[in-house]
Antibody, heavy 119, light 111 residues
Framework: EVQLVESGGGLVQPGGSLRLSCVASGFSFGTYPMHWVRQAPGKGLEYISSILGDGSHTVYATSVKGRFTISRDNSKNTLYLQMGSLRSEDMAIYYC????????????WGLGTKVTVSS | QSALTQPASVSGSPGQSITISCTGTNSDVGAYNFVSWYRQYPGEAPQLMIYDVTNRPSGVSHRFSGSKSGNTASLTISGLQAEDEADYYCKSYSTSSVSYVFGTGTKVTVL
């Protein structure tokens, strides 16, 4: 079964850091671009970041550029999101998603991990 | 990158058809046929319903169809059913940001 499982969320103080993980199973992880998407409480979906299958290229939304870093370890079938200088507006459920084989759509999603930013 | 514009809510009776619009610019929706649609039930992860404007992933009902005209994409749900009540989001690749942008989201209510 194709599956994505996020972890690493939790409570962090403003200005703090957190690393999210997303473990993939059931497919050839290293051949797929991967993405992070977040959803603030009661709000819509917001695109965060993408990384190619070999990790050679990354993209970030303006809202997180310079503060978040996406990476992957294909030997561990794991996607990461290192988040720093966290703000209250970063509080959200963070989802990882797989790129569809034809590109430009996200066909498999994890259940998400919740990040709370509060003092 | 501004979010794509969707109506906040759309409603219909069982069996009817409804259409959700998604308006962008010639840098995103109008640029390429890379518009996708996602359904999200409360407390759950999004699910891909339509990709590349008109294509349905395996397992998605034929009642869901997509189209595009200029800078506006649309999702039509035919034969509306109670299970279609959910939030729906469009998404497009953006040439200006070289990344993705989601729509504002539409809550579908089955009367």
């Amino acid at each position: 079964e194709v599956q994505l499982v996020e972890s690493g969320g939790g409570l962090v103080q403003p200005g703090g850091s957190l690393r999210l993980s997303c473990v993939a199973s059931g497919f050839s992880f290293g051949t797929y671009p991967m993405h992070w998407v977040r959803q603030a409480p009661g709000k819509g979906l917001e695109y965060i970041s993408s990384i190619l299958g070999d990790g050679s290229h990354t993209v970030y939304a303006t809202s997180v550029k310079g503060r978040f870093t996406i990476s992957r370890d294909n030997s561990k079938n794991t996607l990461y999101l290192q988040m720093g200088s966290l703000r209250s507006e970063d509080m959200a459920i963070y989802y990882c998603a797989r790129d569809i084989s034809t590109g430009f759509s996200f066909d498999v999603w994890g259940l998400g991990t919740k990040v709370t930013v509060s003092s | 990158q501004s979010a794509l514009t969707q109506p906040a809510s759309v409603s219909g009776s069982p069996g009817q058809s409804i259409t959700i619009s998604c308006t962008g610019t010639n840098s995103d929706v109008g640029a390429y046929n890379f518009v996708s649609w996602y359904r999200q039930y409360p407390g759950e992860a999004p699910q891909l319903m339509i990709y590349d404007v008109t294509n349905r992933p395996s397992g998605v009902s034929h009642r869901f169809s997509g189209s595009k005209s200029g800078n506006t994409a649309s999702l039509t749900i035919s034969g509306l059913q109670a299970e279609d009540e959910a939030d729906y989001y469009c998404k497009s690749y953006s040439t200006s940001s070289v990344s993705y942008v989601f729509g504002t989201g539409t809550k579908v209510t089955v009367l």
